[in-house]
């Protein structure tokens, strides 16, 4: 297949169970207009899909795909490339530009690392992956009894939906943004009330944000989130790229299942390169546009981590870890 001319923004839409992940997708499915270049596939772990059905009532002439195979964390792997090649092949078919986005509602139960490694099947495509997690502020997620899904959910979002925010007072709504600042510094908090509003900012655009060298300034503390979830903070001294490939292969090796995210960010005279990881899945290098930041830093964001499965872990260079979450 010829990849389209103009990147595709791919939205993995997680959360936990019942937190808003089909109202979202439905306010943004009312909003749109008749024949605009969206594309939703819904998986449910069950043998009927009654989200996907929803989302046809409210779909407005929209394309919606339902899979209904169980859930996409352990199943959906050639499912999920065969369908996104079908819609674009049928898109092309009939003469219709290439879809500007396709958003994957997935069950409560997926875990985004095994979801983006099913995706290099489609690697050819260049598509913009981000992921959105929703986040129900009348029942804090991290109380639940699928910690480990919850936990891999946040700490893999981009970005990261606050629902159910005019159910309650503005100290849970800033106790939200604490507990999701503390698991995942890296995602972008929406919390508007108009819930409109908070799906158009959700899926405008796929992004990846670069990574801010001053994380290294500030305390992760997330063991105030959950004492099951760490976060652990390196500077590298003039690391050569192809060798932190080698040392992050290396961590997401060791560590399996137990590495949530990591981003890491290279420093080189002329540009910053990003690497990142959701689970032990590899996102594309990425060379940043800015100035380069004169600072070489990773960060991991771990669950049952025991420091020394990362600290013991040799390379080719000086890595001088600067903080430890307990």
């Excluded at 875990?111 to 029942?139: F, K």
């Excluded at 137990?258 to 290279?266: A, C, E, F, N, V």
Aim: proline share 6%; glycine share 6%; aromatic share 4%.
């Amino acid at each position: 297949m010829i990849p389209p001319s103009k990147g595709i923004d791919f939205f993995i839409l997680t959360g936990p169970l019942g937190s808003g992940k089909t109202s979202l997708l439905e306010h943004l499915l009312q909003s749109e207009e008749p024949g605009t270049g969206t594309a939703v596939i819904v998986n449910e772990a069950g043998a009927v899909n009654i989200d996907g059905a929803v989302l046809v009532e409210s779909a407005n002439g929209l394309v919606i795909e339902t899979l209904s195979n169980g859930c996409v964390c352990c199943s959906l792997g050639n499912d999920l490339v065969s369908t996104v090649q079908d819609l674009l092949e049928t898109r092309a078919r009939i003469d219709q530009p290439p879809f500007d986005r396709i958003i994957l509602e997935c069950s409560g139960l997926s875990m985004p690392g095994e979801v983006v490694r099913s995706l290099a099947g489609l690697a050819h495509l260049q598509m913009a992956v981000s992921i959105i997690c929703t986040y129900d502020c009348t029942r804090p997620p991290l109380l639940e009894v699928q910690i480990d899904a919850v936990a891999a959910q946040l700490s893999a979002a981009n970005t990261v939906v606050l629902t159910k925010g005019d159910l309650v007072g503005e100290q849970s709504l800033q106790e939200a943004h604490a507990i999701i600042g503390r698991i995942n510094p890296f995602t972008t908090i929406i919390s508007e009330r108009s819930a409109t509003v908070r799906c158009q900012r959700a899926f405008t655009s796929a992004s990846h944000s670069p990574l801010d060298p001053t994380l290294t300034q500030r305390r992760l503390v997330l063991a105030a989130a959950h004492p099951r979830i760490h976060g652990f903070q390196a500077e590298l001294t003039n690391p050569d790229p192809d060798d932190v490939i080698d040392w992050l292969e290396n961590i997401t090796g060791s560590l399996g299942e137990k590495l949530l995210r990591s981003k890491t960010l290279i420093s080189t005279p002329e540009r910053d390169l990003l690497m990142q990881t959701v689970g032990t899945a590899f996102s594309a290098p990425r060379w940043l546009r800015r100035k380069p930041s004169g600072r070489s830093i990773a960060i991991f964001i771990t669950q049952d981590c025991d420091p020394s499965q990362l600290t013991n872990i040799p390379c080719a260079f000086t890595v001088t870890w600067l903080e430890e979450a307990h």
